[in-house]
């Protein structure tokens, strides 16, 4: 009778061609099985798709981090809280008494009833919208200071914009909420576990924020036409409102002198609300689909 061998006793067939095949020459076919293997991780390395910039790129380059800060402020423009048919300026109306709504949205209903639930789509939007673009300004804050293709005079001016930009968004936030989360990082697992800060020590962030970006910008021309780009003004004004907000009288005087003296007055009127206005400090670059000089305009 046959014996039936154990299979579990059996060498592996890979293993046991290797110790048949002597000297390896022998085996062509083992080799090229080798040389395969060896060559799979070629079939694994993804090269970055030619339509996506990778942060390593992206902070390398003057031009590319130019179009990182235009496309956070043309988020600002669109969505949220800053512009728009969603913005502060219309919605806030319908809160108070400055406008009547006679639409059939719930959301806006319920703001204008003084009703407004949890679920408010329209403030969810914007608390979300708000930390998407801190999150834009903090991934430049980092990206240009460990940038090794920028002059000094370039990471400066871009850390300076992203600064007021991040300490301008928490401003809003917390005039509206209250208490709010200050966000200085976009590591994920530090952001998972912040919580709510007091209203003063946002507005502390805040100044302080503000603070380094006036010492970015000092005495660097930031070339924009409309003054559509954040400079050293634009921060001190914004400082000076925040030392309004904190009570420290003698530095908003101080900053907002200085503001007074730097810039003029229109003499006609009809030209101070216009792009070209010599009294604008900052403003939203206008929309080209909108010839009314901002989009706030269209409201």
Not at 135 to 158: C, H, M, Q, R, W
Request: glycine share 6%; net charge negative; hydrophobic share 45%.
């Amino acid at each position: 009778m046959k014996k039936v061998k154990n299979s579990t006793n059996r060498k592996p067939a890979f293993l046991a061609l290797l110790l048949r095949c002597r000297p390896l020459r022998q085996c062509p076919i083992l080799l090229a099985m080798l040389l395969l293997l060896m060559g799979c991780s070629d079939f694994v390395e993804v090269e970055t798709p030619k339509n996506i910039l990778i942060s390593e790129t992206v902070f390398n380059d003057s031009a590319t981090v130019e179009s990182a800060l235009a496309n956070l402020y043309y988020d600002m423009r669109e969505g949220g809280m800053v512009s728009g048919t969603y913005g502060l300026t219309p919605v806030l109306g319908i809160y108070s008494d400055e406008l009547d709504y006679y639409g059939f949205n719930a959301d806006y209903a319920q703001l204008f009833q003084h009703s407004v639930l949890s679920a408010n789509t329209v403030i969810l939007d914007w608390w979300k919208q708000a930390y998407h673009l801190i999150y834009g300004a903090n991934d430049i804050v980092k990206g240009v200071g460990t940038s090794d293709g920028l002059t000094p005079d370039e990471k400066k001016v871009f850390k300076g914009q992203a600064l007021f930009v991040r300490a301008y968004i928490h401003s809003l936030l917390v005039s509206l909420y209250g208490d709010v989360p200050y966000i200085k990082t976009t590591d994920y697992r530090e952001n998972n576990t912040v919580s709510r800060m007091p209203r003063s020590e946002v507005y502390e962030n805040i100044i302080t924020d503000l603070k380094e970006s006036v010492v970015l910008l000092e005495g660097i021309d930031v070339a924009s036409p409309a003054r559509a780009l954040p400079d050293a003004f634009v921060a001190k004004a914004f400082l000076a409102r925040m030392y309004l907000y904190v009570e420290n009288w003698e530095m908003a005087a101080s900053l907002a002198t200085e503001l007074i003296d730097a810039f003029q007055l229109e003499a006609n009127l009809d030209q101070v609300f216009l792009k070209g206005s010599q009294e604008t400090i900052w403003q939203l670059r206008a929309d080209a689909d909108f010839p009314k000089n901002t989009r706030e305009a269209v409201q």
